[in-house]
T-cell receptor, first 112, second 114 residues
Framework: QQQVKQSPQSLIVQKGGISIINCAYE??????FPWYQQFPGKGPALLIA?????SEKKEGRFTISFNKSAKQFSLHIMDSQPGDSATYFC???????????FGTGTRLKVLA | NAGVTQTPKFQVLKTGQSMTLQCAQD?????MYWYRQDPGMGLRLIYY???????DKGEVPNGYNVSRLNKREFSLRLESAAPSQTSVYFC?????????????FGPGTRLTVL
């Protein structure tokens, strides 16, 4: 019940295309769903996050879509650029705990 | 404002050796975390400290010990390193227990145990 399942494990997209990464969770107590971006040799950094009372959040080319009934959320990267090549992690947390639950990560490569 | 800093950046140990990974944050955060990152496994929580003076086990605590030295510093110790502890270790901090408080990560320590 504490897992967050992330797919795909890796993704190759052409420049200008749309990258889509999916996550699914079981624990309905989760109340915050952040996405982290990690470049090689660096620590993860917060990219965008959503609360479960919102179905979509957009920041620039990055959008989170949230489906509460299906217990799924996804990251969409529009007009993908080579600079977006990184590993992306979804995560979940609920306010009664200090612990984030992370997905296993998706390595994205955007071809020039 | 350096954020979260970790030392060393790289370390090679022989099986059975011990070492301490250091972490410090200058954001006055209450909670601090140690994760390990392995290919295909994502980020797994080793230990965390909700506040100064407290520590709790995470998902994979075996073979590790931690010390919350003060509000700024949180160290991770490997008493007798094993090859299975070869990994990249990340320290993180956040303000408190509220869900919406962002978690900030350090740059990581790449550890190889031979």
């Amino acid at each position: 019940q504490q897992q967050v399942k992330q797919s795909p494990q890796s993704l190759i997209v052409q420049k200008g295309g749309i990258s889509i990464i999916n996550c699914a969770y079981e624990n309905t107590a989760f109340d915050y769903f952040p996405w982290y971006q990690q470049f090689p040799g660096k620590g993860p950094a917060l990219l965008i996050a959503i609360r479960p009372d919102v179905s979509e959040k957009k920041e620039g080319r990055f959008t989170i879509s949230f489906n509460k009934s299906a217990k799924q959320f996804s990251l969409h990267i529009m007009d993908s650029q080579p600079g977006d090549s990184a590993t992306y992690f979804c995560a979940a947390i609920f306010s009664g705990t200090y612990k984030y639950i992370f997905g296993t990560g998706t390595r994205l490569k955007v071809l020039a | 404002n350096a954020g979260v800093t970790q030392t060393p950046k790289f370390q090679v140990l022989k099986t059975g050796q011990s070492m301490t990974l250091q972490c410090a944050q200058d954001m006055n955060h209450n909670s601090m975390y140690w994760y390990r990152q392995d290919p295909g496994m994502g980020l797994r929580l080793i230990y965390y400290s909700a506040s100064e003076g407290t520590t709790d086990k995470g998902e994979v605590p075996n073979g590790y010990n931690v010390s919350r030295l003060n509000k700024r510093e949180f160290s991770l110790r490997l008493e007798s390193a094993a090859p299975s502890q070869t990994s990249v270790y990340f320290c993180a901090s956040r303000q408190g227990r509220g869900s919406y408080n962002e978690q900030f990560f350090g740059p990581g320590t790449r550890l190889t145990v031979l």
